[in-house]
């Protein structure tokens, strides 16, 4: 009932930047917070960040906090991550998420890789 299209994803040099967009439709009047997991080949889905759609109260993994900053735009149902100072441990595909209250949606994910 909520669908969820991440785009952004790329290819970029460590060091480099990279914004990560999401865009929500369908029932997004009632979603309250929205997050980022990212998960590397052979491991587990990881958290990176999270923000209350309302208030926009965040949070972040410590692996990147001071790096990655998460924003939302109420007009465009748009959520974001701005990545900067990337470094290779950062590649995976990162995934949105949105949550209501009583379900949680995903996206299909976006590659990104970060080369040394």
């Known amino acids: 009932q909520v669908y969820l299209v991440e785009s952004g994803g790329g290819l970029v040099q460590a060091g480099g930047s990279l914004r990560l967009s999401c865009t929500a439709s369908?029932?997004?009047?009632?979603?309250?917070?929205m997050d980022w997991f990212r998960q590397a080949p052979g491991k587990e889905r990881e958290f990176v960040s999270a923000i209350s759609w309302s208030g926009g109260t965040t949070n972040y993994a410590d692996s990147v906090k001071g790096r990655f900053t998460i924003s939302r735009d109420y007009a465009k149902n748009t959520l974001y991550l701005q990545m900067n100072s990337l470094k290779p441990e950062d590649t995976a595909v990162y995934y949105c998420?949105?949550?209501?209250?009583?379900?949680?949606?995903w996206g299909q994910g976006t590659q990104v890789t970060v080369s040394s």
């Open positions: 998420a949105a949550r209501d209250g009583g379900s949680k949606y």
């Open positions: 369908g029932r997004t009047f009632s979603i309250y917070a």
